[in-house]
């Protein structure tokens, strides 16, 4: 008896449901090839082009040509990108907490004045410790740049180096990667559940037939569409509040913001990955479809959100596609509450940002199932 009897049918019948399952081959082809695009190009762990803000009192309106000296040896580094001159202390602490700079940069006023004395002059350099892979190259390239520039002041018979930078570490001190990882972390987690428990629950409707029995209802789609994500929005609240409790008590991560304020930003982008998951359910046709669609909004939520590798360090293009995936914002509210301690005023732009996409969405969902009752 030959034990490949029917090999040659059973094959052919296999390449037959692959090809009518279009879904799975696209999830297989494309998934490794986009993974491959996304790590190899948009990914870069070297250090570049760091948001710096510079606060230099030597001189108005942009400091000394001593001054400038200094601030464009930083800039040859590659490592900073001096994005504005501020006037004030309060200016350049509210420019980090805002995190529109990684770096702060304070040169004093007597600066050019004690370098034409001989006099040891020191430049202060706030650093936002919240990644610490970031603000540790910071902190040594800027150590390296005011050595450079002392050694080229060095008198013969100097005893001390005339320029020296003093770090100071903020929001993360001791350079903890639980403090920097876990706010992140918070808003992959989130995505997932919401997403995969919304498309699923839609699927499963549409599997058991019992979503036709709703379409044909006097409910109208949008009607329908929140009463969907209604319990999932709740639930997902009840998971970030876990999240949060965890966070704070387990991992002893602290939370220099309002956690009211962190919770109430938050709902919106809950809101933008319920949208996501029905429209997720608009497309699927089985609980497998569904969850390979939601996949695809997993990896670049993990790597262009800026959670484990900096938007800053990105190609151009991957910058402008980060704007379009909710965890970016996300990111920016969890990191900015938690570990900077920023409030509305400087993240109202992110949640508005978020609403503004789950509302889109929404009425994407909305019209694609009112095409389905027609």
Not at 17 to 41: E, K, N, V, Y
Not at 44 to 72: K, M, Y
Not at 292 to 300: D, G, K, R
Not at 318 to 336: C, D, H, K, L, N
């Amino acid at each position: 008896m030959n034990p490949l009897r029917g090999l040659t049918a059973i094959v052919y019948k296999e390449f037959i449901h692959a090809r009518r399952d279009s879904m799975a081959i696209m999830f297989a082809l494309l998934m490794p090839l986009l993974q491959m695009t996304i790590l190899g190009s948009a990914i870069d762990t070297n250090v570049r082009q760091v948001p710096t803000v510079v606060f230099d009192e030597s001189g108005a309106p942009f400091g000394s040509a001593d001054s400038r000296i200094f601030l464009d040896r930083l800039r040859n580094t590659d490592t900073f990108h001096i994005t504005e001159f501020v006037h004030s202390d309060e200016d350049l602490n509210e420019e980090l907490i805002a995190g529109r700079a990684r770096v702060g940069v304070k040169i004093p006023n007597n600066y050019a004045r004690r370098l034409l004395n001989g006099d040891p002059v020191q430049i202060l350099v706030l650093v936002d410790g919240s990644d610490s892979s970031v603000a540790g190259q910071a902190v040594n390239v800027a150590a390296q740049v005011a050595l450079r520039e002392a050694l080229s002041r060095m008198l013969p018979d100097a005893k001390e180096l005339l320029v020296d930078v003093r770090p100071k570490m903020m929001f993360n001190p001791d350079s903890r990667s639980p403090n920097f990882f876990l706010p992140g972390l918070m808003a992959v987690l989130l995505l997932f559940v919401t997403t995969m428990l919304t498309a699923f629950s839609v699927v499963r409707e549409k599997e058991r037939g019992t979503l036709e029995q709703l379409l044909v209802t006097p409910v109208r789609p949008l009607a329908l569409m929140l009463g969907k994500i209604t319990p999932y929005f709740i639930l997902g609240v009840t998971e970030m509040c876990a999240i949060l409790f965890f966070m704070r008590f387990l991992f002893q991560v602290p939370i220099h913001g309002n956690v009211v304020l962190l919770v109430v930003l938050s709902t919106c982008y809950l809101f933008v990955n319920l949208t996501i998951g029905i429209l997720v359910s608009t497309k699927a046709n089985s609980q497998t479809e569904a969850l390979q669609l939601a996949m695809m909004t997993v990896l670049p939520s993990i790597f262009l959100s800026g959670y484990i590798f900096p938007r800053d360090n990105m190609p151009l293009i991957f910058q402008v596609i980060s704007y379009f995936v909710p965890a970016s914002y996300m990111i920016e509210i969890t990191r900015g509450v938690i570990l900077r301690g920023a409030g509305f005023v400087e993240l109202w732009s992110d949640a508005l940002a978020l609403f503004t996409m789950g509302v889109c969405i929404l009425l994407l969902a909305a019209r694609r199932f009112t095409r389905m009752i027609v």
